[in-house]
Nanobody
Framework: QVQLVESGGGLVQAGGSLRLSCAAS????????MGWFRQAPGKEREFVAA????????YYVDSVKGRFTISGDNAKNTVYLQMNSLKPEDTAVYYC??????????????????WGQGTQVTVSS
C-alpha cells in the first residue's frame, strides 16, 4: 500500500505565496512522474503541474505558468509545489498524485495510480 501525504495548504491573501509538499510512504515503489491537481467547489478536478523524473521535465497548466514551480526528489518520492502571486481563482483543494508506470500522459487524472487526501488552499481577495 502506498500513501501520499500532502501538507502546506492554508489561507493566504492575494499576491502571497504557499509551498505544498507531498511525500510517499508505505511499500517501496518507483514513481515515474508525480503531479498536482486541484478541485474547486462545483468544478472538476484539473491538472496543475507535473514532473517526470526522467530528465526532470516539468509541465504546467497555462493559468499557473510563471507563478507556480514544481520540484522534487525522485529518490524520496517527494514533490513540492511553490505557489507565488496567488490569486483568488487558485482557491481549491490541491491533490498530489503519482504514476508507478511509464506513460506519456501526465495531464489527466486517470493516468495516475496513487492520490493524496488533498490539502485546502484558500486565497482571499
Amino acid at each position: 500500500q502506498v500513501q501520499l501525504v500532502e501538507s502546506g495548504g492554508g489561507l493566504v491573501q492575494a499576491g502571497g505565496s504557499l509551498r505544498l509538499s507531498c511525500a510517499a510512504s508505505g511499500r517501496t515503489f518507483r514513481s515515474y512522474s508525480m503531479g498536482w491537481f486541484r478541485q474547486a467547489p462545483g468544478k472538476e478536478r484539473e491538472f496543475v503541474a507535473a514532473i517526470r523524473w526522467s530528465g526532470y521535465s516539468t509541465y504546467y497548466v497555462d493559468s499557473v505558468k510563471g507563478r507556480f514551480t514544481i520540484s522534487g526528489d525522485n529518490a524520496k518520492n517527494t514533490v513540492y509545489l511553490q505557489m507565488n502571486s496567488l490569486k483568488p481563482e487558485d482557491t481549491a483543494v490541491y491533490y498530489c498524485a503519482a504514476q508507478d508506470r511509464y506513460t506519456i500522459v501526465v495531464f489527466t487524472a486517470g493516468a495516475y495510480d496513487y492520490w493524496g487526501q488533498g490539502t485546502q488552499v484558500t486565497v482571499s481577495s
